[in-house]
């Protein structure tokens, strides 16, 4: 059942063109696929295709219809037996769309046909050879009732419309560029545009749509926005251009992941396309803005370039997220996007990397392709190919990536693929680098510093986890930006040093008195800092460096609670130094960021045994001391920039709103009648559903009455618009009010609510469980809660059940009670009846 990466082996077939006819029905569709093929490997007798679930209703050869003792039908596998040279196979298939729940393959969205194939998807529409290194020339024609589906897309250009007397009608697209199965798409549907278009840097008109559900169009324009932004910014920085006469962009409700790049005609979760400014949160603007992109960016780093097999995800997938991370930096705050991508690394990534699902960015194996789209692969992926560009600089890995584009396009290549072209096109040589992909879990550095007669020593120690087997592993060899200040906070030294040795010690000469480190600045590796002591009140005063700034405070701030933790004593040095920073003249966005203490995720990684109760107190004494102490000037933040209220998505405004928003969630700590009377007044007033969802989050977790009301209103308001209420229910399963699972499973009831969305899922199960104090409650309740879900869930959608699973990641890191407890229903999950591969992979690895 494994896969290993070990055993790949090149295809002994070439598809050359491919043509598809889609018969849509109520009840069933009917696939006709014809594919030119030729043999690479003429010591290959028989064509084994890939075929799941698959109701065969005719094979021919070369226009021969074959007998049944020509081809073999396995679970997984159509075999055609004895072929030639050079031929013509044309399969006719049925499938039911309308039945499929797992959202892979083809399946209905609400009234929507569409698909999604990546990884293995394709598989279950028609036999194929179901793998990114085989590229074809797709030529599709999907024919359905018209007044039912109206719109009928596939990938490349539409080549022609067929009209027909009847209720029915065709059209037809062909897709000249090769492209691996995985990228195919379709989608079928009554659905509602808006179109603009796009001139290249070559005078290319290029016709921008975006489909969505009727009467939801004026809420596509921040993504069309952000498109043609994407587009910009891809010619300006890399020279990648498009290269088809139109791009179109659909939204789904029912969405495994965030969103595909099939060529040409991508497809989205809802949520990552519909926006305006009564529906989204400025979070909300932001992500759509960076996924649009992303999906954008893949034409060149995923569609022209592909990988060669999976293992080679993070190939495509570390690296558009390196792009989008930068085009979000260039469109709005850097500093505050590489802090908030930084965070997101570290709630994510850095939990995985210490947990038994850990997998190094290339894995070596794997059961289920879908459990492999992780945080890892994308996120600490695009951290390495961050590294890379520290190591060129922006000239020399401009150059790098041209070399790959035109080295490789067209092409399914390997990470080592990758990396040649960065060697050779930056002139630099990456063999000892490349541990970072083969490698797992989180390397940590060890920092000592002396000083004496002048030279300041800087002495670095990598601390490197063993496997999950307990292999030894290699020292890392990666950038490690640094800064040195004197003693009135003047920059006197800034540098990158290269780290490659387990044990190495850097010397700098020449001071008069000991300068204060400031290290890892822009978090220019991926790694764990340790270190002893550090001036951290200086550096939250002085440094220069937003990240190492923002770093200090967040160190401090966990220094301050794990001194809370064991003996219930605050250090006043940190009170000091918060206060400090409330007074600081910085971009209102970043002072935010600035302001937040440590969340549960960043605390519970410093236990040793975690234990949720300890953090949450301690948490909470630390934010009600700050509340306390500066209330006054918290408030005056909050009312300075509370008013005049506006819904502007101006940086400026967006900031204020962030700004008011934090200090309204610091003030929360008071839980006097003010601060329920200042969220009830903003709850009350809101013009954006950013200040909304705090004031709502804020009410409900006073335990106030008015909570109820708002909740009311709120409901009554947005009960139709099915991606607030996710925000909905979120806020009710992330509550701290004691009877929040109770809550929980009476909301599953309620009609808004629907199993087989996998947002609404992730909304409303997936909060909870993130839920740490009730999810991890000492009577188990959590636990046996969010097991049975996974088995009920696994039945509709193994991928969404794979994904809760998640939840139960920490189970070796916490206390025996809880470790037992969470064991107990692991073992129930995994003896379960036809429980899915998706759900074994994860659950196996934390039973191990
Ligand atoms: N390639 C898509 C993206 O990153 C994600 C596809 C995820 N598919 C999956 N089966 N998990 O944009
Ligand atoms: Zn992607």
Not at 29 to 37: H, K
Not at 409 to 432: C, H, P, R, Y
Not at 806 to 825: I, P, T
């Amino acid at each position: 059942q494994t896969k290993y990466l070990k055993d790949y082996k090149k295809p002994a077939y070439a598809i050359k063109t491919v043509d598809l006819t889609f018969e849509l029905f109520e009840e069933e569709t009917i696939v006709t696929n014809s594919m030119q093929i030729t043999k690479a490997d003429t010591n290959e007798k028989d064509l084994k295709l890939d075929a799941v679930s698959l109701e065969l209703l005719e094979v021919s050869l070369n226009g021969l219809k074959l007998q049944e003792s020509r081809y073999i039908i396995e679970e997984e596998n159509l075999t055609i037996i004895n072929v030639p040279t050079e031929f013509e196979i044309k399969i006719k298939n049925k499938i039911y769309p309308q039945n499929n729940t797992e959202l892979e393959g083809l399946y209905k969205s609400g009234d929507i046909f569409c698909t999604q194939n990546e990884p293995e998807g394709f598989r279950s529409i028609t036999p194929y050879l179901d793998r990114p290194d085989i590229m074809s020339v797709f030529t599709t024609t999907v024919v359905a009732d018209k007044k039912k589906y109206p719109i009928l897309l596939s990938n490349g250009n539409k080549i022609k419309c067929h009209e027909s007397f009847d209720e029915r009608h065709g059209v037809t697209w062909h897709d000249p560029h090769p492209k691996p199965s995985y990228l195919f798409a379709l989608v079928a549907g009554d659905l509602g545009s808006i179109s603009d278009e796009f001139v290249t840097m070559s005078g290319n008109k290029i016709v921008l749509n975006i489909y969505c559900d009727l009467g939801n169009e004026n809420k596509c324009h921040h993504a069309m926005r952000s498109l043609k932004e994407a587009m910009k910014w891809d010619e300006k920085k890399y020279g990648r251009e498009y290269d088809l006469e139109i791009y179109n962009i659909v939204a789904v409700d029912s969405f495994n992941m965030g969103a595909m790049e099939n060529k040409g005609l991508n497809i989205f979760n809802s949520a990552y396309v519909l926006a305006d400014m009564d529906t989204a949160t400025d979070a909300n603007f932001m992500g759509i803005e960076s996924v649009i992109a992303h999906e954008y960016f893949h034409n060149w780093t995923g569609n022209r370039i592909t990988c060669r097999d999976w293992f080679q995800l993070t190939l495509k997938e570390g690296l558009t997220v390196f792009r989008d991370q930068c085009f979000s930096a260039d469109m709005n705050s850097a500093e505050v996007q590489r802090i908030e991508d930084v965070k997101a690394l570290r709630e994510r990534q850095f939990v995985e990397d210490a947990s038994p699902t850990r997998h190094p960015i290339q894995p070596e194996s794997y059961i289920s392709m879908n459990n492999f789209y992780t945080a890892t692969v994308y996120e600490k992926g695009a951290e390495v190919i961050r590294m890379v560009h520290t190591f060129l600089g922006e000239k020399k890995y401009a150059k790098a990536t041209d070399l790959y584009f035109e080295t490789f396009d067209g092409q399914a290549v390997t990470t080592d693929d990758f990396l040649w072209a960065m060697s050779k096109g930056g002139d630099i040589n990456l063999e000892a680098f490349k541990t970072w992909y083969h490698q797992s879990g989180t390397p940590r550095l060890k920092v000592e510093e002396s000083f004496a007669n002048g030279t300041y020593k800087l002495s670095l120690t990598q601390i490197i986890p063993d496997t999950l087997e307990d292999r030894k592993q290699k020292p890392y060899y990666y950038p490690l930006k640094m800064g040195l200040l004197d003693e009135e906070g003047k920059e006197v030294l800034v540098k990158t040093l290269i780290v490659s040795k387990e044990h190495e010690t850097f010397v700098f000469e020449n001071f008069e008195t000991k300068p204060v480190l400031s290290i890892n600045r822009d978090f220019s590796a991926p790694i764990i800092i340790e270190q002893k002591k550090s001036e951290y009140d200086f550096l939250m005063q002085y440094d220069t460096n937003s990240f190492t700034q923002y770093e200090a405070t967040q160190n401090f701030a966990l220094q301050t609670i794990n001194k809370l933790i064991s003996s219930d004593e605050i250090d006043k040095a940190f009170v000091q130094a918060y206060g400090y920073l409330l007074d600081l003249d910085v971009d209102l966005s970043y002072k935010a960021l600035l302001l937040e203490l440590p969340s549960v995720s960043a605390i519970m990684q410093l236990q040793e045994k975690i234990d949720f109760d300890v953090i949450y107190t301690a948490q909470d004494k630390l934010l009600k001391i700050i509340a306390q102490k500066f209330k006054n000037k918290l408030l005056d933040i909050y009312k300075k920039n509370h008013f005049p209220a506006s819904m502007s998505l101006d940086a400026e405004y967006i900031a204020k709103r962030a700004i008011k928003n934090r200090v309204l969630k610091i003030l929360f700590a008071l839980k006097s009648d003010e601060v329920a009377q200042l969220a009830q007044k903003q709850y009350e007033e809101s013009l954006t559903m950013t200040d909304r969802i705090v004031a709502l989050d804020v009410l409900e977790n006073l335990h106030v009455n008015y909570a109820e009301v708002a909740l009311q209103d709120f409901y009554n308001k947005y009960k139709d618009e099915t991606l607030v209420m996710n925000k909905y229910f979120a806020i009710l399963a992330s509550s701290s009010r004691y009877d929040v699972l109770e809550r929980v499973e009476k909301l599953q009831r309620d009609k808004v609510y629907d199993e087989k969305v996998p947002n609404l899922v992730r909304s409303l199960v997936g909060s909870f469980a993130r839920n740490h104090k009730y999810f991890h409650a000492k009577d188990g309740s959590g636990y046996k809660f969010l097991a049975d879900k996974i088995i009920a869930i696994d039945k509709i959608n193994p991928q969404m059940a794979s994904g809760l699973c998640g939840a139960f990641k920490v189970c070796n890191k916490m206390n025996n009670h809880n470790q037992n407890l969470m064991k107990k229903e692991l073992s129930r999950v995994i003896s379960t009846q036809g429980l899915s591969k998706n759900s074994f992979e994860i659950i196996d690895k934390i039973l191990k």
